[in-house]
């Protein structure tokens, strides 16, 4: 299985990034997918999930300034995030789950997860 994430990068602070992930090579029919972020020296933390249908959830760090987002077609979830702020700087990690639900929000609830794309935002 392989989940292939882009779109990090160096941002400055109010500024916007668009994350994509596409998965392959697993076999769920509805499957959850969502992303983490870690920061340095900072335990791993949820940030968004979405179901098949499109449901949705967020941290409350991050709502009413990211959006997730998928495309079944592509197997491809996206995260648009505005309003970028300097504590949002982290590592993050595309996530995959055979439980058709945004409500899981423990990265050991997760089946499969991505090498990890670096978001670094400046003040």
């Known amino acids: 299985v392989q989940l292939q994430a882009s779109g990090g990068g160096l941002v400055q602070a109010g500024g916007s990034l668009r994350l994509s992930c596409a998965a392959s090579?697993?076999?769920?029919?509805?499957?959850?997918m969502g992303w983490f972020r870690q920061a340095p020296g900072k335990e791993r933390e949820f940030v968004a999930a979405?179901?098949?249908?499109?449901?949705?959830n967020y941290a409350d760090s991050v709502k009413g300034r990211f959006t997730i987002s998928r495309d079944n077609a592509k197997n491809t979830v996206y995260l648009q995030m505005n309003s970028l702020k300097p504590e949002d700087t982290a590592v993050y990690y595309c996530?995959?789950?055979?439980?058709?639900?945004?409500?899981?929000?423990?990265?050991?609830?997760?089946?499969?997860w991505g090498q990890g794309t670096l978001v670094t935002v400046s003040s």
């Open positions: 090579g697993h076999t769920f029919s509805r499957y959850g």
């Open positions: 979405i179901r098949w249908s499109g449901g949705t």
């Open positions: 996530v995959v789950t055979r439980f058709n639900t945004p409500a899981l929000v423990s990265w050991s609830r997760y089946d499969y």
